[in-house]
């Protein structure tokens, strides 16, 4: 009993360092196939770095089940074309400004116009054309709050671009925590363990400056209040730097373009489900690869990939894919996406509605509001055209203008007539346009098999164009490091140290 047991010990023991030695070997080869569900900004994203990463020769698919860039779109009106989705764009966001040099496209700046914050009955904060007088409001209501929060978003900034430093040495984190941590550290994680507003409190901001300032930049950028978690609740307040800007001729042609770039070849249809299929193949070994089924309008279909990255929110109404016979099992994400509608009017504002005298044109360019029951809105704003050009400054002399008009529910038509005077085209967009963020946050998985990979898990931080495209590279290195087996380049510590070292 016992040599022959030990005997078999041994062989068994040789099997399986032989096989691990055949399955090492085996991955060294390049992927064969790549899948991509999701042709927005992350999906698109992750389809051009994924081709810098593992080569020309991989064939890359991307699935679309709607239009290419997703949640980046635009709608037309009265023959001009606006930003519907997800419009603008922070200066320090590297890859956006990267894909937009790199694909020949042009930025541009939407103009600054004045901003008044209503809270349902006067404006408790309203600029003014002088930039002085703005600034003794600012220091008269709300003394140094200002100046703190910049320096407070500067500080998250400075530590929030070391991501890029990271992705270019090629590091790549496992979860959405770890790349979190590596930017920013026990800080950073925390943040999405508390609301914005317990965040600020911790920082020393006044709780007037929350709600007359912070609650409005949080409802036109998430539609919800300062509950959101930290990290998207700053992420949000970036989004009140200046320098704000945006891709000429709509935000949607960078999806475009890395599309184009990527040699990836677009398939327009439905992914229902990614199984995991195992064959033996010539040579006596087994072959593990992922089935991809699909629908589309020339009937079903399905293809076989070695790496699957989903671009999309896996929410039931949103991506409602199935992961049948994974063991342990992958869970759908049924955390709720938030609902916003977007409703676009050609109009006169209803100067009286917001307590001027109604024989005056509206005088504001933006009206954000506080947190009012009185209000079914969350902000109103006038819109200039994606393509440049096209009567840029005429629009502004004139009170009839396209305004973008924000809100939970679909708008109805009375509040739509206390609104505006007069109107005459009317566009709604209605989005599941981000997660409900609901602190303390968990992350969903970015792995969530051997070769399936969850780019939107980044969503549950703060969701935002330039969040997207950093997931994708990461994914794109994270699965390339797996692939081949460079375990060095996965969740390493003290990057900031080790990179100082490396110019
Ligand atoms: C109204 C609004 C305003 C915003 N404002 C800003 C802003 O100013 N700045 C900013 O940075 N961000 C903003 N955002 C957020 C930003 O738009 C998103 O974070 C970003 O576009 C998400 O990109 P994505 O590629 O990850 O997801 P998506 O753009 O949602 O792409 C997913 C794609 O997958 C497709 N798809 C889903 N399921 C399947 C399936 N089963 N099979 C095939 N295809 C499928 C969808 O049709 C979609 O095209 C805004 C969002 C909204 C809605
Ligand atoms: C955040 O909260 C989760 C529980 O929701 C906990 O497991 C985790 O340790 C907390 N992290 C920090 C940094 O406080
Ligand atoms: C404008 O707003 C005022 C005040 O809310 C309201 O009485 C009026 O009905 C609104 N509509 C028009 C067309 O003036």
Redesign the pocket.
């Known amino acids: 009993m016992q040599p022959s047991g030990a005997v078999l010990f041994m062989l068994s023991g040789f099997v399986l360092s032989s096989l691990r030695a055949v399955v090492a070997l085996q991955l060294r080869y390049p992927p064969n196939r790549i899948a991509v569900?999701?042709?927005?900004?992350?999906?698109?994203s992750a389809a051009y770095f994924l081709r810098e990463k593992f080569g020309k020769d991989v064939h890359i698919d991307v699935?679309?089940?709607?239009?290419?860039?997703?949640?980046?779109a635009t709608i037309e009106m009265e023959g001009k074309v606006y930003e519907?989705?997800?419009?603008?764009?922070?200066p320090l966001?590297l890859h956006m400004k990267t894909f937009v040099k790199e694909l020949g496209l042009n930025a541009r700046t939407p103009s600054g116009d004045l901003l008044g914050i209503y809270n349902g009955d006067y404006f408790v904060f309203q600029e003014s054309e002088w930039s002085i007088i703005n600034l003794i409001k600012m220091l008269w209501n709300y003394g140094l709050n200002f100046l703190r929060m910049h320096m407070w978003v500067e500080d998250i900034l400075d530590r929030f671009m070391r991501i890029y430093r990271y992705q270019t040495f090629d590091y790549s984190f496992s979860t959405t925590e770890a790349l979190l941590h590596a930017m920013g550290g026990s800080d950073f994680i925390g943040k999405l363990n508390m609301t914005i507003d317990e965040a600020l409190q911790k920082s020393g901001f006044s709780q007037r400056f929350i709600d007359d300032i912070v609650v409005p930049a949080m409802r036109v950028?998430y539609c919800q209040g300062v509950h959101i978690n930290g990290f998207v609740g700053a992420v949000s307040l970036a989004?009140t730097s200046s320098g704000l800007w945006a891709v000429e001729g709509g935000n949607n042609l960078i999806?475009k373009g890395l599309l184009y770039a990527s040699n990836a070849k677009l398939i327009q249809?439905?992914?229902?489900s990614v199984q995991e299929k195992v064959r033996p193949t010539k040579s006596g070994n087994t072959a593990r690869r992922y089935e991809v089924t699909?629908a589309s309008d020339k009937g079903p279909g399905s293809d076989m990939y070695d790496i699957v990255v989903i671009?999309?929110?896996l929410n039931k109404e949103?991506?409602?894919?199935d992961f049948p016979g994974f063991n342990p099992p992958i869970q759908a994400f049924s955390r709720p996406y938030q609902q916003?509608v977007?409703t676009f009017v050609h109009g006169r504002v209803n100067s009286s509605f917001f307590g001027f005298p109604n024989t005056s044109p509206f005088p504001l360019a933006a009206v954000l509001t506080t947190d009012s029951h009185k209000l079914f809105f969350r902000s109103i704003s006038s819109l200039s055209p994606a393509t440049s050009g096209s009567e840029f400054g005429a629009s502004k002399t004139s009170d009839l203008r396209t305004w973008k008009i924000?809100s939970p529910e679909v708008l109805r038509d009375e509040e739509l007539h206390q609104l505006f005077v007069s109107y005459s085209a009317v566009n709604v967009?209605k989005?599941?346009?981000?997660p409900k963020y609901n602190p303390p946050e968990k992350m969903p998985p970015i792995i969530l098999h051997r070769g399936i990979y969850y780019?939107?898990s980044i969503?549950w931080a703060a969701?935002?164009?330039?969040?997207?495209a950093i997931?994708a590279k990461n994914v794109a290195l994270l699965s390339y490091h797996q692939w081949y087996e460079k375990e060095d380049q996965i969740d390493q510590e003290d990057l900031v140290e080790r990179l100082k070292s490396e110019l």
């Open positions: 569900v999701g042709a927005g900004i992350g999906g698109t699935y679309e089940k709607e239009e290419v860039g997703g949640r980046l519907a989705g997800g419009s603008v764009i922070h966001n950028n989004g999806c249809g439905t992914v229902t699909y671009a999309t929110p949103i991506g409602n894919i916003t977007a924000f967009k989005w599941l346009a981000y780019l939107n969503e969701s935002a164009m330039e969040m997207s997931s």
